[in-house]
C-alpha cells in the first residue's frame, strides 16, 4: 500500500484477485467506504442483492457475483469485534483498478509488490507494481499513471528469481528524474562452480530523458540463500551529496545466516558500484535473525536533518530503527 507523493491518491496491490492474476487499484484520498455496525460472525445470515446466487443455506453458502455489491448480514452483539463486508471497488468512480487479464497471467501475483514515482517526468504522479510470477515465471514490473495507464514494463532475465518481488523508487543519478529499483531476491548465478543458489539480484533502471527505462545496472548477493533484494528502500540523501541513496535487505545473509542490510550511494553516474556500508544483524543483537526481511526509510524521525530507516526481523518479532 502507497500514498501518492501529493497525498490524493492510494495505490493498492491485491495479488490474490482473479485466480491469483492479482489486480493494483488507484483509489481518489477521499473516497469513503460504507461503514457496517460491528456484527457477530458467529450467526450470520447471507444478504444477496439481485444478480446474486445463492449456494446453500447460512453463513457457509457460495455466492456467484454478477452485479456491484454483496455483504453478509449479522446481528448485533457489543462494540469492538469488527465488521465484515464485501464490494466490487471496480464500480465506484473514485475507484480505478485494473483489469483481469488472459488466462496465461494466472497466479503471476500482480500487487505483490507497490511503490509510487513520477514515470513520466512531467510531474504527474503514478505507481510501479510487482509481478514475480508473471511473463511465464520470468518476473515482471509495470509502470502506470494515476489513473491506471499502463507506461512501461520491465521483464526480469531468469525464470524463478521473482523478479519484481520488492520495488523502491529512488533518483540515483540526480537528474531529478525518478529511476526504479526491483529486486530479485531468487537469482541464482548459474556460471557459478561454488553450488551458491537465492544469492539475489537487484536491477537499477534509470529513467533518463530518452530511452526512458531502457538503461539498467545490476548488484549481485554474494552468499548462498542470502537472497539479497528481498527488501529495498530509498533512503533520500544520507551523505549530503546530492544523490539519493538506497538500502538492500538480505535477510539470511551475514556469517550466521541471520540478515544482513547493505547501503549503496547514487552518484552522477548511476548506483555506486560497490556498497557503502554493510549491517550485520549480530551487530545488533547476537540472537537476531531475518534481520533485512523489510525495510522503510527515507524519513528523519529524530528530526537531527538526516533520513533514518526501520528494519523489520520478523522471525525476532522485532523492528530496529537506525539513525
Given at each position: 500500500v502507497y500514498f501518492s507523493q501529493d497525498g490524493k491518491r492510494l495505490f493498492l496491490g491485491a495479488p490474490g484477485s482473479r485466480y491469483w492474476q492479482g489486480q493494483i487499484y488507484s483509489i481518489g484520498s477521499s473516497t469513503r467506504l460504507t461503514y457496517t455496525v460491528?456484527?457477530?460472525?458467529?450467526?450470520?445470515?447471507?444478504?444477496?442483492?439481485?444478480?446474486?446466487?445463492?449456494?446453500?443455506?447460512?453463513?457457509?453458502?457460495?455466492?456467484?457475483?454478477?452485479?456491484?455489491?454483496?455483504?453478509w448480514e449479522l446481528p448485533q452483539r457489543s462494540p469492538g469485534l469488527?465488521?465484515?463486508?464485501?464490494?466490487?471497488?471496480?464500480?465506484?468512480?473514485?475507484?480505478?483498478?485494473?483489469?483481469?487479464?488472459?488466462?496465461?497471467?494466472?497466479?503471476?501475483?500482480?500487487?505483490?509488490?507497490?511503490?509510487?514515482?513520477d514515470f513520466t517526468g512531467d510531474g504527474?504522479?503514478?505507481t510501479a507494481v510487482g509481478m514475480p510470477r508473471g511473463s511465464q515465471l520470468l518476473g515482471k514490473v509495470l509502470l502506470y499513471t494515476w489513473n491506471m495507464t499502463n507506461l512501461y514494463n520491465l521483464t526480469g532475465e531468469q525464470l524463478g528469481a521473482y523478479f519484481g518481488y520488492s520495488l523502491c523508487v529512488v533518483d540515483v543519478d540526480g537528474d531529478q528524474l525518478d529511476d526504479v529499483v526491483v529486486g530479485a531476491p531468487m537469482y541464482t548465478d548459474l556460471s557459478n562452480n561454488e553450488g551458491k543458489y537465492d544469492t539475489g539480484r537487484i536491477y537499477i533502471f534509470y529513467q533518463g530523458k530518452q530511452n526512458k527505462f531502457q538503461r539498467f545496472d545490476v548488484r549481485d548477493g554474494k552468499n548462498s540463500k542470502c537472497r539479497f533484494g528481498l527488501?529495498?528502500?530509498?533512503?533520500?540523501?544520507?551523505?549530503?551529496?546530492?544523490?539519493?541513496?538506497?538500502?538492500?535487505?538480505?535477510?539470511?545473509?551475514?556469517?550466521?545466516?541471520?540478515?544482513?542490510?547493505?547501503?549503496?550511494?547514487?552518484?552522477?553516474?548511476?548506483?555506486?558500484?560497490?556498497?557503502?556500508?554493510?549491517?550485520?544483524?549480530?551487530?545488533?543483537?547476537?540472537?537476531?535473525?531475518?534481520?533485512?526481511?523489510?525495510?522503510?526509510?527515507?524519513?528523519?524521525l529524530d528530526e537531527n536533518e538526516y533520513p533514518d530507516i526501520v528494519v523489520g526481523a520478523y522471525e525476532s518479532d522485532t523492528a530496529v530503527f537506525l539513525r
Open positions: 460491528p456484527r457477530e460472525i458467529a450467526n450470520a445470515e447471507v444478504v444477496s442483492t439481485p444478480g446474486y446466487e445463492s449456494r446453500g443455506p447460512g453463513f457457509d453458502s457460495r455466492l456467484v457475483p454478477r452485479v456491484s455489491f454483496q455483504k469488527g465488521q465484515m463486508y464485501s464490494q466490487n471497488l471496480d464500480s465506484r468512480l473514485d475507484v480505478i483498478a485494473t483489469k483481469e487479464r488472459e488466462e496465461q497471467d494466472d497466479d503471476s501475483y500482480m500487487g505483490y509488490s507497490v511503490t509510487v514515482g504527474q504522479g503514478g527488501a529495498l528502500t530509498s533512503l533520500g540523501d544520507i551523505n549530503k551529496d546530492g544523490f539519493a541513496d538506497f538500502a538492500v535487505g538480505a535477510p539470511y545473509d551475514g556469517p550466521n545466516e541471520r540478515g544482513a542490510v547493505y547501503i549503496f550511494h547514487g552518484s552522477a553516474s548511476g548506483a555506486m558500484e560497490k556498497h557503502s556500508q554493510i549491517i550485520f544483524a549480530e551487530e545488533i543483537q547476537a540472537t537476531l535473525s531475518t534481520f533485512g526481511f523489510s525495510l522503510s526509510g527515507g524519513v528523519d
